[in-house]
């Protein structure tokens, strides 16, 4: 009776373990299953510029701003920004995650890229939850790429507020980390959203 007892206590820890794996991977497909909004947008700023000033496409003339200037002749232009983004959970099964990987891309060129450290978790039955990312970059290729400056120049404007610029299409890709046995696995795949960035965007209408 006392070996039964002593092997069912060996047990124990696996048997938590293996139901905490199989919850992870519940609340993870859940997650997949969720709803994506970028509700809006703030805190942002190109090589220390707010970017409310750049309203008008001749603002990003690096002559009215020394740091700008500066951050190009050093290759080094910095563009610091702080997304929240709305997660709803259609299903009913609770949605989490305690960590994801992010990509950012406009134009297909990735813009940012990164890691959330933090639990996630989105009720059923339409729960909603937001969760602010905070996101940094070298934006140095993005202005000088024949490929990409036109596409970064109107997100840069319609992140600024100005009125008048057509809407950019960025796409959100992120990929849920789960901790099963002890190891980091990755969700399967990409979760992508795609989302128009309107001059709108740092009211979060």
Known sequence: ???????????LPLLFSQCSSNSQLSQAKALGNCR????????????????????KLEDLNPARFPRLAAGLLTRNVPLDARINLDITN?????????????????????????????????QPGGGKTRVPVRLNTNAYQLLTDSKTRDAFTQLVQNLSGAS???PSKLTIKIKPTLDLLGKQVNYPGYITIDQDVTNKILLGN
Do not use: H, W
């Not at 070996?3 to 060996?10: G, S, Y």
């Not at 990987?101 to 406009?106: A, G, H, I, P, S």
């Open 90 to 122: 259609p299903t009913n099964k609770m949605a989490g995650i305690n960590q994801l990987e992010y990509r950012v891309l406009l134009a297909g060129q990735e813009l940012f890229n990164g890691f959330l450290n933090q639990r996630i978790e989105v």
């Open 164 to 166: 008048g610029s057509q």
């Open 36 to 55: 994506y909004t970028l509700a809006s947008a703030d805190s942002i700023y190109l090589a220390g510029i707010d970017v409310r000033q750049l309203r």
């Open 1 to 11: 009776m006392k070996k039964k007892i002593f092997c069912l206590l060996l047990a």
